[in-house]
């Protein structure tokens, strides 16, 4: 399985930006896919995420202001990121992990969202 993400690039605070995830390979059924995001000199740290069967997750920080949704027909994810702050800026990663046999957790490469004035 690869995943590779898109979509990152600069806003302005307040501003607006929408992240992809595309999944290539066999995604099995009870999967979740998510949002992680390192910002430079920190630890990786979970955004948000949504189940196989369509439920939810979201980092405190990001709540109210992000959406994220998958598309199973198409191996997608989404992540609708408003009212951008400066500290939403980072390397945002998709990832997909299966907690049942087979397990595995696959790591897309990334992609740099910067939020400036």
């Known amino acids: 399985v690869q995943l590779q993400a898109s979509g990152g690039g600069s806003v302005q605070p307040g501003g607006s930006l929408s992240l992809s995830c595309k999944a290539s390979?066999?995604?099995?059924?009870?999967?979740?896919l998510g949002w992680y995001r390192q910002a430079p000199g920190k630890q990786r740290e979970f955004i948000a995420s949504?189940?196989?069967?369509?439920?939810?997750d979201y980092s405190d920080s990001v709540r109210g202001r992000f959406t994220v949704s998958r598309h199973n027909a198409k191996n997608t994810l989404d992540l609708q990121m408003n009212s951008l702050k400066p500290e939403d800026s980072g390397v945002y990663f998709c990832?997909?992990?299966?907690?049942?046999?087979?397990?595995?957790?696959?790591w897309g490469q990334g992609t740099l969202v910067t939020v400036s004035s």
């Open positions: 390979g066999n995604i099995l059924g009870a999967t979740t």
């Open positions: 949504v189940t196989s069967g369509g439920i939810t």
């Open positions: 990832r997909a992990r299966r907690s049942v046999t087979p397990v595995y957790t696959y």
